[in-house]
């Protein structure tokens, strides 16, 4: 069993920052790639971001220069850094990855609880 937990949303103003976590834990043979997607009310939930095993990080292109997906050493928490956030930005903030269980031979989609960031003066 695979479990991703965020932690970290909450309230900001407008050009303020915030840092998302997430831990991934359980039966893990090998994590391919963590990131992030993204719900706003009323929209469907959009990829925002993606760190692989390699290092590798990929961005929506609207977070691009402001938001920084990392990753510690262990590659299994990874962190989503929000800088000079907007009102767009608000939303329920997803963890994902891409990850092989123990207990499979594939690669399977987690999906952390979610956590809300909400931008507002």
């Known amino acids: 069993h695979v479990q991703l937990v965020e932690s970290g949303g909450g309230f900001v103003q407008p050009g303020g920052s915030l840092r998302l976590s997430c831990v991934a834990s359980g039966s893990i043979y090998r994590i391919n790639s963590m990131g992030w997607y993204r719900q706003a009310p009323g929209k469907q939930r959009e990829w925002v971001a993606r760190i692989t095993s390699a290092g590798s990080t990929n961005y929506q292109d609207s977070v691009l220069g402001r938001f920084t997906n990392s990753r510690d050493g262990t590659g299994n928490t990874v962190y989503l850094q929000m800088n000079s956030v907007n009102t767009e930005n608000t939303a329920v903030y997803y963890c994902?990855?891409?990850?092989?269980?123990?207990?499979?031979?594939?690669?399977?989609?987690?999906w952390g609880q979610g956590t809300q960031v909400t931008v507002s003066s």
């Open positions: 994902h990855g891409n990850i092989i269980p123990k207990t499979a031979y594939w690669t399977v989609q987690y």
